[in-house]
């Protein structure tokens, strides 16, 4: 069975500009959580989506939006990138939400803002 | 106070040693207790899933948790070269998912 999946792999975009991010989630996981993970650092919650309905933001600015589709894939979108914004993006799905239901990462794209 | 505390290592063993990985955290409210392992320009794994207070074994890696000490622990027994790695702690309560910042494991031939 296939992953998570992400991509782009990687990117590298200049301050101002916006980017997208895209998820596909393991086959019957209805739950996308997006991650920021820094260097040297553990994943920073950034948002929960379930059937379509965010459940759940982190403390982030609203430079970063997601959507989550009916086939339940999912999108990442941040706004008049920062340098700051330079990290991995990480996609997580689970079969529901709540802490009983784990999380299941894909590889991540590693965004680069120079 | 950082809500979930991890020692970042490095950490360095020979093969065949055991391993000790540890986290401590300060809310009380966790209900779901978890270990990712992390290689390097990969997304973290789900290694070992518990919850409550108790130990839960999986082949080679044995996950203890204590909640009266809000204290985490993943062993690793026989370790090999190939678990060398990052190893994250994660906790959770409801959708309140909160990662340690990962302890980087070496085990060395």
């Known amino acids: 069975d296939a992953g998570v999946t992400q991509s782009p792999t990687h990117l590298i975009k200049t301050r101002g500009q916006q980017v997208t991010l895209r998820c596909s989630p393991i086959s019957g996981h209805k739950s996308v959580s997006w991650y920021q993970q820094v260097l040297g650092q553990g994943p920073q919650f950034i948002f929960q989506?379930?059937?379509?309905?965010?459940?759940g933001r982190g403390n982030f600015p609203d430079r970063f939006s997601a959507r989550q589709f009916p086939n339940y894939s999912s999108e990442l979108n941040v706004n008049a990138l920062l340098l700051g914004d330079s990290a991995l993006y990480l996609c997580a799905s689970s079969l529901a939400t709540g802490g009983y239901s784990p999380l299941h990462f894909g590889n991540g794209t590693r965004l680069t803002v120079t | 106070q950082k809500e979930v505390e991890q020692d970042p290592g490095p950490l360095s063993v020979p093969e065949g040693a055991i391993v000790s990985l540890n986290c401590t955290y300060s809310n009380s409210a966790f209900q779901y207790f978890m270990w990712y392992r992390q290689y390097s320009r990969k997304g973290p794994e789900l290694l070992m899933y518990t919850y409550s207070s108790g130990n839960k074994e999986d082949g080679r890696f044995t996950a203890q948790v204590d909640k009266s000490s809000k204290y985490i622990s993943l062993f690793i027994r026989d370790s090999q070269p190939s678990d060398s790695a990052t190893y994250l702690c994660?906790?959770?309560?409801?959708?309140?998912?909160?990662f340690g910042a990962g302890t980087r494991l070496t085990v060395k031939p």
């Open positions: 989506y379930y059937e379509k309905e965010e459940r």
């Open positions: 994660a906790m959770s309560v409801n959708n309140d998912m909160r």
